[in-house]
């Protein structure tokens, strides 16, 4: 069974850290790219980063740049998103997703990817 499963979400205060892991099992992500996306109440799902399947390749939402690491360990068969310098505004449910593709490239956008996870609550509060 194709799985993917987010870990390491929690409260922290603004200002602080976390690094959320995104494991695979039932498949390799060797051939994925790998999104993370977040979604508050009330909101659309959105792009916060993703890595080609090589990590040759990462984007980040402007939100988030210089903030957000997106790195991967095919050999651990996970993703990371550190993130540090975290705001309240950054307080969403993050998910994890995977788009098979043969180039080395990766989408920023929903659609494109064919594998989610089941999501880890962040919150940012004082």
């Known amino acids: 069974q194709l799985q993917l499963v987010e870990s390491g979400g929690g409260l922290v205060q603004p200002g602080g850290s976390l690094r959320l892991s995104c494991a695979a099992s039932?498949?390799?992500?060797?051939?994925?790219?790998i999104g993370w996306f977040r979604q508050a109440p009330g909101k659309e799902r959105e792009g916060v980063s993703c890595?080609?399947?090589?990590?040759?390749?990462?984007n980040y939402a402007d939100s988030v740049k210089g903030r957000f690491t997106i790195s991967r360990d095919n050999a651990k068969n996970t993703v990371y998103l550190q993130m540090n310098s975290l705001k309240p505004e950054d307080t969403s449910v993050y998910y994890c997703?995977?788009?098979?593709?043969?180039?080395?490239?990766?989408?920023?956008?929903?659609?494109?990817?064919?594998?989610w996870g089941q999501g880890t609550q962040v919150t940012v509060s004082s």
């Open positions: 890595i080609s399947s090589s990590g040759g390749k990462t």
């Open positions: 039932g498949f390799t992500l060797d051939y994925y790219a």
């Open positions: 997703a995977a788009d098979f593709r043969r180039d080395d490239y990766c989408a920023g956008y929903v659609s494109s990817y064919d594998y």
